[in-house]
């Protein structure tokens, strides 16, 4: 069965402290991971995705098949990076669905 | 593109009552998806359209759920009848399946609340 996990609901750090949000996922084949970002009421936006191998806003995350996980990085956080965060699966045979996690709502406090 | 365009974005309305939730997928995109987000549960597949069929509908809570995409650029999530357990963000997204690398665009999402 395909599951995403996000164990932590919610991650509070201080500006400019380093910041890991965990996702582990569980899926039999070769997946697609992404990052999905949802500020305040608004719509999901893509922020990155493992094939493209790219730093978004300073975040960053690598997938580790041996460990299924693909946990998002940045060394300093910010104030606006405050958000809900998902981390989302997809299979390999690609049926265009996307499998989320449960979110962790990131805070950075000043 | 506008991208993903959903109504209302708002709705409130009585135990009950039908609702229905409109979306408008970019355009050229061959997939489209409801989903819906509670605090309980996250995010959640309701269902899945490829070229205007419905393809994965597992997700639909119920009968009082009902999908439909009549065209490509256009697709209806109803509920009959609704029930204070249905209020939840009813997102649509949309992406063209078959190119490597797709990306599932969301709309602003229908806030629905049943009272």
């Known amino acids: 069965a395909q599951r995403v996990t996000q164990p932590e609901k919610l991650l509070s750090v201080f500006k400019g402290a380093p910041v890991e949000l965990k996702c582990n996922y569980s899926?039999?084949?070769?997946?697609?991971l992404f990052w999905y970002v949802q500020y305040s009421r608004q719509r999901l936006q893509l922020l990155l995705r493992?094939?493209s191998r790219e730093s978004i806003k300073g975040f960053t995350a690598d997938l580790n098949k041996g460990e299924t996980s693909f946990h998002l990085k940045k060394p300093f956080a910010q104030e606006e990076d405050s958000a809900m965060y998902y981390c989302?699966?997809?299979?390999?045979?690609?049926?265009?669905?996307?499998?989320f996690g449960q979110g962790t709502t990131l805070q950075v406090k000043p | 593109d506008a991208g993903v365009i959903q109504s209302p974005r708002h709705e409130v309305t009585e135990m009950g009552q039908e609702v229905t939730l409109r979306c408008k997928p970019i355009?050229?995109?061959?997939?489209l998806f409801w989903y819906r987000q509670t605090m309980m549960r996250g995010l959640e597949l309701l269902i899945y359209?490829?070229?205007?069929?419905?393809?994965?509908d597992s997700g639909m809570p119920e009968d009082r759920f009902s999908a439909k995409m009549p065209n490509a650029s256009f697709s209806t999530l109803k509920i009959q009848p609704s029930e204070p357990r249905d209020s939840a963000v009813y997102f649509c997204?949309?992406?063209?399946?078959?190119?490597?690398?797709?990306?599932?665009?969301f709309g602003e999402g229908s806030w629905l609340t049943v009272v």
């Open positions: 899926y039999s084949g070769s997946p697609e």
């Open positions: 355009s050229g995109h061959n997939s």
């Open positions: 359209f490829n070229n205007n069929v419905p393809i994965d």
């Open positions: 493992h094939i």
């Open positions: 997204a949309s992406s063209l399946e078959g190119r490597a690398g797709n990306t599932i665009y």
């Open positions: 989302a699966l997809r299979g390999s045979s690609n049926t265009g669905k996307l499998i």
